[in-house]
C-alpha cells in the first residue's frame, strides 16, 4: 500500500488549496479514504472522509469549507480546502483503515501553512 499526498503549501487567510492523494497497493474503489491533520503541539485531528459509496463525513471544524472527492479511475482522493484560516496549518496526511493488524496505512503528509 503506498499513499502519497500533494498540494500542499502557503496560503494566505481566506485562499484555497487542494489537496491529492495517489493511491496504489490496492483496490482503491472500494476502500473508504480518510484525511487527518497535526497541527504543531496538537494531537491528530480527523477532518474528512469518503466511503466507497462516496457518502462522506466532516468533522465540525472543517464543515462548510472542506470537500472530499475521489476519482476511481485515477485511484485518487482530493480534499478542495476554502476559506482558509490560520488555524487550519498543519502536516495533513491521507490514510486507509487497515485490518491486519488493525489501523491506518499513511501517507508521508504535506505541509499547509495559513498565514499572511
Known amino acids: 500500500v503506498q499513499l502519497v499526498e500533494s498540494g500542499g503549501g502557503l496560503v494566505q487567510p481566506g485562499g484555497s488549496l487542494t489537496l491529492s492523494c495517489a493511491a496504489s497497493?490496492?483496490?482503491?474503489?472500494?476502500?473508504?479514504m480518510s484525511w487527518a491533520r497535526q497541527a504543531p503541539g496538537k494531537g491528530l485531528e480527523w477532518i474528512s472522509r469518503?466511503?466507497?459509496?462516496?457518502?462522506?463525513y466532516y468533522a465540525d471544524s472543517v464543515k462548510g469549507r472542506f470537500t472530499i472527492s475521489r476519482d476511481n479511475a485515477k485511484n485518487t482522493v482530493y480534499l478542495q480546502m476554502n476559506s482558509l484560516k490560520p488555524e487550519d496549518t498543519a502536516v495533513y496526511y491521507c490514510?486507509?483503515?487497515?485490518?491486519?493488524?488493525?489501523?491506518?496505512?499513511w501517507g508521508q503528509g504535506t505541509q499547509v501553512t495559513v498565514s499572511s
Open positions: 490514510a486507509r483503515r487497515r485490518a491486519n493488524p488493525l489501523g491506518y496505512y
Open positions: 497497493g490496492f483496490i482503491f474503489n472500494i476502500s473508504a
Open positions: 469518503i466511503y466507497r459509496n462516496g457518502s462522506t
